[in-house]
């Protein structure tokens, strides 16, 4: 699943011409496809499990500061254990499936994805994602756990919401390195919906949290889908209720796409001990 696309995005490109290569994007044009590969790695005092997912942001529209469209998935990550883990040597069988490590990635095919993807969406305002609905992977028979056979319905959805009352501020610190660094007020929700199977209710969490954007440079960046010229900046989350998660991420984002190309967070929470750190890249762009 992971695969360099150089040739790929060097067509791209060409084929959108000069203009759109010296373009400045914060966001990414209408009918760009971008594939990403996430591994998150979440610890406890207890255990720690990795899982992760491939999946591909289709943008249906975009007016040059915001974008929206929906999310495909690819491929979906789980840990294995060895050979005594029989739902793993049942999965590696899947067509296309392959190890990395302890990780095994399982391919979602093609006509399972497009009905997925009816589950989700996405949209950006300059390069926050202020929404994004996921559809999770799942059997066809909810009650089965086959992943050989994944069917158009998520086992259930995963929607992030950001909602910050002076998105305003951006236009001091764009575009990247006008300024050094920018402070907004913002509420994030997390929900999940209740599972297909009735095994998992609906949850949501709501956080107020004071977020900070710090521009720290440019350069360039090798990850599976090229090389690419790269803004950086970090963003530190902090929760204004004490004990409750709060994440610090560093991003390389591509000024020529309007994307970041990879990006790393770590997330804590106090209260349980808990930290999740998420790694994602661009592994694939098309049009």
Not at 24 to 38: D, Q, W
């Amino acid at each position: 699943m992971r695969r360099v696309a150089l040739g790929g995005a060097i067509a791209l490109l060409a084929a959108a011409g000069a203009a759109y290569a010296d373009d400045v994007r914060t966001v990414p044009a209408a009918g760009i496809k971008l594939t990403y590969r996430l591994e998150s790695t979440t610890k406890t005092p207890t255990k720690t499990i990795s899982t992760g997912g491939v999946y591909t942001y289709i943008v249906a529209k975009s007016d040059g500061s915001t974008a929206e469209g929906v999310i495909k998935p690819s491929a979906i990550i789980i840990p294995c254990e060895g050979a005594s883990d029989l739902g793993c040597k049942d999965a590696a069988a899947s067509p296309g499936a392959h190890l990395d490590g302890n990780l095994l990635t399982v391919p979602v095919d093609s006509d399972s994805g497009d009905a997925l993807s009816k589950h989700s969406a996405f949209k950006l305002d300059h390069f926050l994602m202020l929404s994004r609905v996921y559809p999770m992977p799942s059997s066809r028979d909810p009650k089965d756990y086959n992943l050989h056979d994944f069917g158009p319905d998520p086992a259930f959805t995963l929607t992030n919401t950001l909602n910050c009352d002076d998105l305003a501020k951006l236009d001091a610190f764009l575009p990247f390195g006008k300024s050094q660094h920018v402070a907004l007020a913002c509420e994030t929700v997390f929900e999940r919906s209740a599972s297909r199977d009735g095994k998992l209710p609906p949850s949501s969490t709501h956080e107020a949290v004071t977020m900070e954007i710090a521009y720290t440079g440019s350069g360039w960046v090798t990850v599976p889908s090229g090389s690419w010229q790269v803004q950086k900046y970090t963003t530190k989350m902090t929760p204004k209720e004490e004990g409750h998660q709060s994440s610090e991420a560093e991003t390389l984002f591509s000024t020529q796409l309007g994307v970041p190309v990879r990006s790393h967070l770590v997330g804590h929470v106090p209260a349980s001990q808990t930290t999740t750190e998420n790694t994602v890249e661009l592994i694939s762009v098309s049009q």
